[in-house]
């Protein structure tokens, strides 16, 4: 993947980690496995269509796989595939900062 790709990757990770609720989703999803919004709802301190809104945006960022499940009713489950990009792109900008940092503490100690 280019660094462009992962940089985008990353930016609509951070962009949907931005939202405190959605944060609670995963959260939910990562401690209670698969739910639907309906799920979550029952969980969270937020209604059923405020969920659906966070899911649709989670799901665009790719954090989060829709699954059709039993009666039309949709799934929502984790995928960290675009989370490890974004926690590369982030350890990538600590590298760069690692050396000019050194360097800065070498020079004034």
Do not use: C, N
């Not at 990353?10 to 939910?28: C, K, N, T, Y």
Request: net charge neutral.
């Amino acid at each position: 993947m280019a660094d462009s790709d992962l940089e985008a990757v990353a930016q609509e990770v951070f962009a949907a980690l931005a939202d405190p609720s959605r944060r609670g989703i995963l959260a939910a999803l990562a401690a209670g496995g698969p739910a639907t919004a309906t799920d979550l709802a029952a969980r969270l301190p937020i209604t059923r269509q405020a969920i659906a809104k966070h899911l649709a945006l989670l799901a665009d960022a790719g954090l989060v796989v829709a699954e059709p499940g039993e009666r039309r009713r949709v799934r929502y489950r984790l995928d960290s595939a675009p989370m490890k990009v974004a926690q590369q792109f982030l350890a990538a900008l600590a590298r760069d900062w690692d050396g000019p940092l050194a360097a800065l503490r070498d020079r004034l100690g």
